[in-house]
């Protein structure tokens, strides 16, 4: 059973930057690693949306919707068993509840943060 924990959202203008954070617990390190880690995001009305994921193993392949590429950035630190979403350039329509999934044949989901882009 792995625990996710999500941190960083809140409040920022547009054109500014927020970096989220996805703790896990309950697995070993080198189970961690060959978990694919993923950032979802949820706005109400809409589906929701895989904004990024990076593979597990040693690929480790990463992956953008479209609507993100350039602007976002994951990246993932095994050893402190770790995943960080790095957001630039935010605009209204990257405000949403920001979950974080592990998976791994089973796929194990954090709370969500919340992100919101206004003046």
């Known amino acids: 059973q792995v625990q996710l924990v999500e941190s960083g959202g809140g409040l920022v203008q547009p054109g500014g930057s927020l970096r989220l954070s996805c703790a896990a617990s309950?697995?070993?390190?080198?189970?961690?690693?060959?978990?694919?880690m993923n950032w979802y995001r949820r706005v109400p009305g809409k589906e929701r949306e895989l904004v990024a994921s990076?593979?597990?193993?040693?690929?480790?392949?990463?992956q953008y919707a479209d609507s993100v590429k350039d602007r976002f950035a994951i990246s993932r630190d095994n050893d402190k068993r770790t995943v960080s979403l790095q957001m630039n350039a935010l605009n209204h329509e990257d405000t949403g509840m920001y979950y974080c999934?592990?998976?791994?044949?089973?796929?194990?989901w954090g709370q969500g943060t919340q992100v919101t882009v206004s003046t």
């Open positions: 999934s592990a998976k791994w044949g089973i796929e194990y």
């Open positions: 309950g697995s070993s390190i080198s189970t961690f690693a060959m978990y694919s």
């Open positions: 990076i593979g597990g193993g040693s690929a480790g392949i990463i």
